[in-house]
């Protein structure tokens, strides 16, 4: 069983439509979550980052974290055609310096 | 202030040569590592350096080499190239003073080995 998983996707939207992006993972000790977003032939670059349970908010994004069941989503409100990228997720334990990332999910918005 | 630099951007290597994919950052990062990226398969961690001078392996080293003399340069060398490293190499940097963790990634070289 993979440490993270991730649907690879691709997931294609109309622009406007809300959209959810999930990962699951197995080891209860990853206490910081994050989402990074790549775009075609680009380095990733991080959206948004959590610690612990929760929700949070930036924009049209929310990302929350489920520690119970193992689970974090990522959710992009009104979304545009610019969004059009590869979702990655990533997350660690506290004391462990390297991050272990989801395979991504592309996603495609259309006009 | 130019991140994370990268070079060469592309190449094409044949089995059994061997080259050097350059990464520097202008940060003042400490820590510094070195990501291969497979279709479908994510990033997988190949070493990681947390300050000059000291290295370490992760997910998947073999075949490869890191050196760190300074803070900037964090060089990875292949030897023996093998068509199972045809990827797309991603270095990243990170402030390991930070509490986002946020690692800051170069834009990428994508090599093929024939």
């Known amino acids: 069983q993979k440490e993270v998983e991730q649907d690879p996707g691709p997931l294609s939207v109309p622009e406007g439509a809300i959209v959810s992006l999930n990962c699951t993972y197995s080891?209860?000790?990853?206490?910081?979550f994050m989402w990074y977003r790549q775009y075609s032939r680009k380095g990733p670059e991080l959206l948004m980052y959590t610690y612990s349970s929760g929700n949070k908010e930036d924009g049209r994004f929310t990302a929350q974290v489920d520690k119970s069941s193992k689970y974090i989503s990522l959710f992009i409100r009104d979304s545009q055609p610019s969004d059009s990228a590869t979702y990655l997720c990533?997350?660690?334990?506290?004391?462990?310096?390297?991050?272990?990332f989801g395979t991504g999910t592309r996603l495609l918005v259309s006009p | 202030n130019a991140g994370v630099t990268q070079t060469p951007k592309f190449r094409i290597l044949k089995i059994g040569q061997s080259m050097t994919l350059q990464c520097t950052q202008d940060m003042n990062h400490n820590y510094m590592y070195w990501y291969r990226q497979d279709p479908g398969m994510g990033l997988k961690l190949i070493y990681y350096s947390v300050g000059a001078g000291i290295t370490d392996k992760g997910e998947v080293p073999n075949g490869y080499n890191v050196s760190r003399s300074t803070t900037e340069d964090f060089p990875l060398r292949l030897e023996l190239a093998a068509p199972s490293q045809t990827s797309v190499y991603f270095c990243?940097?990170?402030?390991?003073?930070?509490?986002?963790?946020?690692?800051?990634f170069g834009p990428g070289t994508r090599l093929t080995v024939t």
């Open positions: 080891n209860s000790a990853f206490q910081y």
């Open positions: 990243a940097s990170r402030d390991g003073t930070s509490r986002s963790y946020e690692q800051y």
């Open positions: 990533a997350m660690r334990d506290t004391g462990f310096q390297k991050l272990v």
